[in-house]
């Protein structure tokens, strides 16, 4: 082989190498861990990306157990649905595992309204009903599917999604993340119930509407004491 020849094929070799060595962590969204388990302990006084470290020999099977889940959740709330979640904040052995579930469940007519997980991909499972799903890309696309018992569907990381029951009978599912503790900022609590408040004149010049609605719409999200 040319010298030029071998200079360019290391040249390749090289941004190959560069590009996989920067891509690589960007394919987890929590870190890999580094021991058997790292059972989280949160009563610890630092606070880190993630949680502390339990001491193994304090360790128990309750660590790595809930029962949360098994049973239907009341879903006698304003959007007529609940989620319950099965994350490193229940179960304490998770810490570090990159894996959390959650239970939705949904009164007939029940929304689990728009909103995001930043820190992972979320994939359900239908136990039982029929819901409506959909989510919508950079493009302002929507990616919109009639789900019922049995079947699967994925909302990609980040991505604003919906999942809502327009039958006459409840539904439910169980819904996996890539990440012990995915987050989920819902589009409209966010925007109209954060503290301290979003300014009325950005809400306003964003949704076009007047201060009226944005009192009205921030009353009727505002949790109740």
Same mark, same amino acid.
């Given at each position: $082989?040319?010298?030029?020849? #071998?200079?360019?094929? $290391?040249?390749?070799?090289?941004?190959?190498?560069?590009?996989?060595a920067f891509s690589t962590p960007s394919l987890a969204n929590d870190p890999d861990p580094l021991q058997d388990f790292c059972v989280a %302990?949160?009563?610890?006084?630092?606070?880190?990306?993630?949680?502390?470290?339990?001491?193994?020999? @304090?360790?128990?099977?309750? %660590?790595?157990?809930?029962?949360?889940?098994?049973?239907?959740?009341?879903?006698? #709330?304003?959007?007529?649905?609940? =989620?319950?979640?099965? @994350?490193?904040?229940?179960?304490?052995?998770?810490? #570090?595992?990159?894996?959390?579930?959650?239970?939705? %469940?949904?009164?007939?007519?029940?929304?689990?309204?728009?909103?995001?997980?930043?820190?992972?991909?979320?994939?359900?499972? =239908?136990?039982?009903?029929?819901?409506?799903?959909?989510?919508?890309?950079?493009?302002?696309?929507?990616?919109?599917?009639?789900?019922?018992?049995?079947? =699967?569907?994925?909302?990609?990381?980040?991505?604003?999604?919906?999942?809502? @029951?327009?039958?006459?009978?409840?539904?439910?599912?169980?819904?996996?993340?890539?990440s012990q503790l995915a987050g989920t900022q819902s589009i409209a609590l966010t925007l109209f119930t954060s503290s301290p408040p979003v300014?009325?004149?950005?809400?306003?010049?964003?949704?076009?509407?007047?201060?009226?609605?944005?009192?009205?719409?921030?009353?009727?999200?505002?949790?109740?004491?």
């Amino acid at each position: $082989m040319k010298p030029s020849s #071998t200079r360019r094929a $290391m040249f390749v070799l090289a941004v190959i190498l560069v590009a996989a060595a920067f891509s690589t962590p960007s394919l987890a969204n929590d870190p890999d861990p580094l021991q058997d388990f790292c059972v989280a %302990d949160p009563t610890f006084g630092i606070r880190l990306n993630g949680f502390p470290c339990k001491n193994p020999a @304090n360790v128990t099977a309750d %660590d790595f157990f809930f029962a949360g889940i098994a049973k239907p959740g009341l879903t006698n #709330t304003i959007q007529g649905s609940l =989620v319950t979640g099965a @994350n490193v904040e229940k179960i304490p052995g998770l810490n #570090t595992l990159g894996v959390s579930l959650a239970r939705i %469940d949904y009164a007939p007519g029940g929304l689990n309204p728009p909103h995001t997980h930043p820190r992972a991909t979320e994939i359900v499972f =239908v136990l039982y009903g029929e819901l409506d799903v959909g989510f919508i890309t950079t493009a302002n696309v929507l990616i919109s599917k009639h789900i019922a018992a049995g079947e =699967v569907f994925v909302f990609p990381r980040g991505l604003v999604h919906f999942q809502k @029951n327009n039958g006459d009978k409840p539904a439910a599912v169980i819904a996996a993340f890539n990440s012990q503790l995915a987050g989920t900022q819902s589009i409209a609590l966010t925007l109209f119930t954060s503290s301290p408040p979003v300014p009325d004149n950005v809400l306003t010049k964003a949704f076009q509407i007047g201060t009226k609605e944005v009192t009205k719409i921030r009353a009727k999200l505002s949790p109740k004491t």
